[in-house]
């Protein structure tokens, strides 16, 4: 009887993340009104030319150790596609875990 109910509290909790989820999503597909503002460092005004930072070099190591060339070709670099990776990667490790207990 305890399995059950802590699988129906697994499931609660897992609708409720995702409604919360849902909503920070769809927030953030709404455009953003702000204006651009400068780039500050520790009190020196550095332009943004001299921040030019490569995309890929955050995740290059695990793209060339794994072998895993369809993570650039999927990579938007929209912060929403992003949450959703996070998300479904999320969704797997709590059905492993649920199958796994």
Not at 1 to 20: A, G, P, T
Not at 24 to 38: A, D, F, L, N, V
Not at 72 to 93: A, E, N, P
Request: charge should be positive; include cysteine; glycine fraction near 4%.
């Amino acid at each position: 009887m305890d399995k059950v109910l802590i699988m129906q509290n697994i499931i609660v909790m897992f609708l409720v993340l995702l409604v919360v989820f849902l909503a920070i999503y769809i927030m953030g597909k709404k455009p953003s009104k702000r204006k651009e503002q400068k780039i500050y460092a520790c009190g020196e005004d550095i332009p943004p030319e001299h921040l030019n930072v490569p995309q890929d070099s955050f995740y290059k190591v695990f793209v060339r150790s794994l072998r895993i060339g369809w993570l650039k070709r999927m990579h938007t670099g929209s912060l929403s596609d992003y949450l959703v990776w996070i998300m479904l990667g999320l969704v797997f490790i709590v059905i492993v875990l649920s199958i796994l207990w």
